[in-house]
Nanobody, 122 residues
Framework: QVQLVESGGGLVQAGGSLRLSCTAS????????VGWLRQAPGKEREFVAS????????YYADSVKGRFTISKDNAKNTVYLQMNGLKPEDTAVYYC???????????????WGQGTQVTVSS
């Protein structure tokens, strides 16, 4: 089993930056891809960004393109989400998740972290 642990969330003013980290433990992080998803209160969970574990192809939701950057460090079994230009509407619990194979549904993942809160004040 792979366990994912997120860190780096917190409270930031609009326009500020945060970097989230997701570290895998328990087994080699041999995912097809790793993604970040978020869920705001009263809303459905939504896809934010993902990165292929082999190679470096990345994918972003339109709402975060140009502001967020996903990256990884294979040696450290860690995936990062650099968030710049944060807006109040980015406030949510951010989850790291891993896929063992491709799914057409962008929110389908095989295992999940516990989530980290990001709050952006106006």
């Amino acid at each position: 089993q792979v366990q994912l642990v997120e860190s780096g969330g917190g409270l930031v003013q609009a326009g500020g930056s945060l970097r989230l980290s997701c570290t895998a433990s328990g087994r080699t992080f041999s995912s097809y891809s790793v993604g970040w998803l978020r869920q705001a209160p009263g809303k459905e969970r939504e896809f934010v960004a993902s990165i292929r574990w082999t190679g470096s192809s990345t994918y972003y939701a339109d709402s975060v393109k140009g502001r967020f950057t996903i990256s990884k460090d294979n040696a450290k079994n860690t995936v990062y989400l650099q968030m710049n230009g944060l807006k109040p509407e980015d406030t949510a619990v951010y989850y790291c998740a891993g896929r063992l194979r491709y799914y057409t549904e962008e929110k389908t993942y095989d295992y999940w972290g516990q989530g980290t809160q990001v709050t952006v004040s106006s």
